[in-house]
């Protein structure tokens, strides 16, 4: 058996990253560049997030090439990059070494003295920007890889010095098994990734292995609601701290509120005694649970809590999470990264409560797996929405399978009571917007795919527009 190549063994050499400009994949660039790696990369698209590594000084190639590898001591490829791509394959060809992104990730985090993991199917990349901000807050210095981008970071990933490291632990492809936490918090236990995972019976299991990595001196932090997660968590020999919305768990909310924009208010609870008054700055029952998940983490990590508190009423949110992008007609233009329907249900009934007019919801389904796995739950997922857009699928890492498209999505939805149609391209789907939209109005474009571009091409549009009515 070839033994895995260690990322320490390549100190100051050149790394090539296939896929550089994923969400985990460009921070993680970016910190080997800091560290003084020579990091090079390439994507199949020129996505939202090569701007970043471009900036960092990182050269990118659009295109998958062989040539691509050339010169390069180690490959990095993310699990979505089969072993037939064309640089895989050159690198094997030529005998370079190569390890999957998630290997990369649990070498960083094994070599600091406490690794933090957040995992769960939603809520991961939010949750992780919260603890971030709150560390940092607390004047803890942490290590930060996040999938997302966060202003308090400046971006996605921040180099710390006291040992502390922290990272979002994906469960797809069991990426999270390669990584070695000293703490672990665990969101939810849901159904997606069905393209690599029997069913949730196998996803649970999945995450009981990932806590069995925990070190018997490590603590477990779960969502103390979840049959799931507290069956796994009653197998574990180390510590274990629940946290939720009932006083059933050790840290919980007393006086809970909502106002008009869903912006959540309430005591934080820590076995009975009121710890800290927590004043939401993002929206949704969802995020105050995230909250709370994140300021349990952080007191176990020496943090205070009213401190702590103070740091997560500031979050304002990470970029493509609820995030507005401008307007048209008089609407506002919102996109969340939401892409399995439970996630884009929370989106839509965030966008419910800020909505005074029509809300539109645009939803670009993610991957033809997961499409036919969660079909039933696609269809209603956009309720609370006025109308739904649906676009073409986004096949990200697979190809078109012949029996699944958004036609199909669509007549489910009219089947179901919804106002929805097919716009299959971004032109369509703007053409759909432009007709329609009026002031009060809101669209939410939803999907991790590239749905974000179609905000961008709006705005740009307006702009242009603009420009053309200002000469």
Request: net charge negative; charged share 20%.
């Amino acid at each position: 058996m070839v033994k895995e190549p260690h990322i320490r063994d390549y100190t100051g050499k050149r790394i090539h990253m296939i896929g550089i400009g994923g969400s985990s994949m460009s921070g993680l660039a970016m910190m080997l560049a800091d560290q003084g790696y020579t990091v090079t990369g390439s994507d199949r698209d020129n996505g939202y997030l090569i701007g970043d590594v471009r900036a960092a000084g990182i050269p990118v190639a659009i295109g998958h090439r062989a040539e691509n590898v050339h010169g390069a001591d180690l490959v990095v490829y993310t699990a979505a990059i089969p072993s037939d791509n064309p640089e895989r394959a050159e690198a094997s060809r030529l005998g370079i070494p190569a390890m999957e992104r998630a290997s990369l990730l649990g070498q960083l985090m094994e070599s600091a003295n406490c690794g933090i993991a957040v995992c769960g199917a939603h809520g991961k990349t939010t949750t992780t920007a919260m603890l971030a901000q709150i560390l940092m807050a607390c004047g803890k210095d942490p290590s930060i890889h996040i999938g997302g981008k966060l202003d308090a970071v400046g971006g996605s990933t921040r180099i710390g010095h006291s040992g502390i490291f922290l990272a979002e632990a994906c469960e797809f492809n069991r990426s999270f098994l390669k990584m070695r936490p000293d703490m672990a918090v665990v969101l939810n236990i849901d159904a997606d990734h069905l393209d690599c995972y029997r069913d949730i019976d196998e996803i649970e299991e999945t995450f009981g292995t990932f806590l069995h990595l925990l070190p018997a001196d490590g603590v477990a932090i779960g969502k103390g609601t979840d049959p799931r997660i507290m069956r796994q968590l009653g197998k574990l020999a180390c510590r274990t701290v629940t946290f939720g919305m009932t006083d059933t768990c050790d840290w919980h909310p007393a006086n809970y509120a909502e106002d008009e924009l869903g912006l959540a208010s309430f005591t934080l609870m820590h076995n009975g005694e009121a710890a800290a008054e927590i004043r939401m700055a993002v929206p949704g029952v969802f995020n105050a649970e995230n909250a709370i998940a994140a300021l349990a983490a952080a007191c176990e990590a020496g943090c205070d809590a009213r401190q702590a508190a103070e740091a997560v009423n500031s979050f304002s949110g990470v970029h493509r999470r609820f995030e507005k992008t401008g307007m048209l007609n008089g609407a506002e233009l919102f996109h969340d990264y939401g892409h399995n329907p439970a996630e884009m249900r929370n989106a839509v009934a965030i966008a419910r409560k800020r909505c005074k007019g029509t809300l539109v919801a645009v939803m670009q389904p993610h991957t033809f797996s997961r499409a036919k796995a969660l079909f039933a739950d696609y269809l209603t997922c956009t309720q609370a929405a006025d109308v739904t857009l649906v676009t073409d699928i986004c096949a990200a890492r697979e190809k078109d399978p012949g029996d699944i498209n958004s036609g199909m999505l669509v007549e489910g939805m009219r089947r179901n009571g919804l106002d929805a149609h097919w716009t299959p391209s971004f032109d369509d789907t703007e053409a759909w917007l432009r007709a329609h939209l009026a002031p009060g109005d809101l669209a939410i474009t939803m999907g991790c795919g590239d749905i974000n571009l179609l905000n961008a091409q709006i705005q740009r549009h307006e702009a242009e527009r603009g420009a053309r009515g200002s000469v």
